[in-house]
């Protein structure tokens, strides 16, 4: 097993893709939030937010870092930043 997969959590069965609610791994959360601290000091935050494009970049981040993830944005990167928004006020 690649040591960059552990703690990423993979979709199983044979070909059924889940329709349920996706639980993300703390390691899967923590590459997030090393991803966005990235995109920030390259220049993606904005006054009012982030950029045109982040997610997209996000994703690359997460790809690279975690190879085996199935993450993708819509609906999980969206989804996890929009739940940090309205959790912590902040982002």
């Avoid at 045109?52 to 996890?80: A, Q, W, Y």
Wanted: a positive charge.
């Amino acid at each position: 097993m690649d040591p960059l997969c552990v703690g990423v959590r993979k979709e199983s069965g044979k070909g059924k893709v889940s329709r349920g609610r996706r639980s993300w791994s703390r390691v899967e959360e923590d590459a997030l939030i090393h991803c966005l601290t990235d995109i920030v000091n390259d220049g993606w935050k904005a006054e009012n937010g982030f950029k045109d494009g982040f997610l997209r970049e996000l994703e690359k981040g997460m790809r690279k870092t975690l190879p085996c993830t199935d993450i993708v944005v819509n609906p999980h990167i969206n989804s996890k930043i929009h739940m940090w928004k309205k959790e912590y006020s902040a982002l």
